[in-house]
């Protein structure tokens, strides 16, 4: 291919598609976390253009705040954490899944313990703050880059597949499914982001674990102090004490990991997302797997 065709197609890949957007104003909420039960105040603060969204602890002094991309990802069990020379921010994965559904490209969130509140295991409050703080556009435009060809990850009966779409947006479909005998039945939902949508179909579905796994989750210290209430606990005949707020709430929240976990990539993602039974292992494999696959287009785009 004739180098100027191959950094045509480079080009096409890269493109800006829409104006940054900041807050119109520092907000803040206060909860407890999900991970050490301390007791945080989190502010979600307006940013420059190409800030891009990071996380800084207010109670390690003299530290910088840290970047939300994937290469700061440090492993973790069932959710998402981002740390940089030994400041470690638990479970971003909401508060970011708020500011990328609501389409926020440029915030300091500042916090004063190791991990966000973990508020009913949704982004409902982080929404409602970025709402009356107001979106504001900023005058940059925002990078984007699309799926061109099918990518794949996991093995079968879970894994991520990729694939482009014909238009400019991403869509994300979720398929659950924990077996006959799950208290949670089979689920499918399929989701295009858009800010409006964000706020009323996705924000304020809320995480869930099943009540044979939560005192294994106590035991490694998760979720002490924690009631039926202040989560989605599903027994053997569905959530206990605590009605849904959609039938296929598990999908709709599993949408929303999706959304905060593939912000890490730090631009639009034009492209469709099929999921099957995974989770953030899942979505981290598939987040290095399209900057392995950007990077290998650019590379061959230079040759
Ligand atoms: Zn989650």
Redesign the pocket.
């Known amino acids: 291919m004739p180098a100027t065709d191959a950094q045509n197609l480079a080009h096409h890949s890269l493109r800006p598609s829409r104006s940054q957007f900041t807050l119109g104003r520092t907000v803040s909420c206060r909860g407890i976390g999900f991970v050490t039960g301390a007791d945080v105040r989190l502010e979600l603060h307006p940013a420059d253009p190409g800030f891009g969204l990071a996380f800084q602890r207010l109670d390690c002094p003299g530290t910088a705040p840290v970047p939300a991309t994937r290469e700061f990802v440090l492993p973790r069990s069932r ?1 998402t954490a981002i740390g940089c020379d030994n400041v470690v921010i638990e479970l971003v ?2 508060v970011l ?1 708020g500011l990328a559904g609501m389409q926020i490209d440029n915030c300091l969130i500042t916090l004063d313990a190791p991990e966000p509140p973990g508020f009913d ?1 949704s982004c409902r409050p982080i929404v409602d703050a970025i709402l009356e703080a107001g979106r504001v556009p900023q005058n940059a435009a925002r990078p984007c880059r699309s799926i061109d060809r099918p990518l794949s990850t996991g093995k079968s009966g879970r894994n991520i597949t990729l694939r482009p779409l014909t238009r400019p947006a991403l869509a994300i479909t979720y398929h659950l499914d924990y077996g006959p005998r799950s208290p949670i039945a089979a689920q499918n939902r399929t989701y295009v982001l858009d800010p409006e949508t964000f706020s009323r179909d996705i924000a304020g579905c809320r ?1 869930f674990v099943l009540d044979d796994e939560v005192a294994a989750l106590k035991q490694q210290g998760l979720g002490l102090g924690l009631t039926h209430q202040d989560l989605l606990v599903f027994g053997p005949n569905g959530p206990i004490d605590n009605p849904l707020h959609f039938p296929d709430e598990c999908a709709r ?2 949408i ?2 999706c959304i ?1 976990d593939f912000a890490l990539l730090g631009t639009d993602l034009h492209g469709h997302i099929h999921a099957c039974c995974t989770g ?1 292992s899942d979505n981290h494999e598939a987040t290095a797997m399209i900057l392995g696959d950007w990077q290998h287009n650019n590379l061959s785009a230079a040759a």
Do not use: N
């Open positions: 959710r994965e909401h899944a295991g995480t929240h599993k929303l990991d905060g953030h």
